[in-house]
Nanobody, 125 residues
Framework: QVVLVGSGGGSVQAGGSLRVSCAAS????????MGWFRQAPGKEREEVAC????????YYAESVRGRFTIARDNVKNTLYLEMNSLKRDDTAMYYC??????????????????WGQGTLVTVSS
């Protein structure tokens, strides 16, 4: 069973920065494309960034493009999301996800097979 463990969430003031991580185990990590989703209270889960197997291709949601950076380390089996210029609207539970299929676009939750447990990011004004 694949295990994804998210970490690094916390509270930050608007305009600040935060990095969340996702450590993968029981997986041939380099064979999986990865994504970061977020879900705010009362809203649907949305993908904000995804990255291909090697880390050479990434996609971002319009709402985070230019502020967030997704990256992966295939030696450490770890996924990262660097978040800068944070806004109150970025407050959400952030989830990492993994799947074998790379589709060259942002995806919906049903497209991913494996999920982390989520890490909470709270941005205050």
């Amino acid at each position: 069973q694949v295990v994804l463990v998210g970490s690094g969430g916390g509270s930050v003031q608007a305009g600040g920065s935060l990095r969340v991580s996702c450590a993968a185990s029981r997986i041939t990590y380099m064979y999986y494309c990865m994504g970061w989703f977020r879900q705010a209270p009362g809203k649907e889960r949305e993908e904000v960034a995804c990255i291909d197997f090697s880390g050479s291709t990434t996609y971002y949601a319009e709402s985070v493009r230019g502020r967030f950076t997704i990256a992966r380390d295939n030696v450490k089996n770890t996924l990262y999301l660097e978040m800068n210029s944070l806004k109150r609207d970025d407050t959400a539970m952030y989830y990492c996800a993994a799947d074998r299929a790379w589709r060259f676009r942002l995806l919906v939750p049903a497209d991913y097979k494996y999920w982390g447990q989520g890490t909470l990011v709270t941005v205050s004004s």
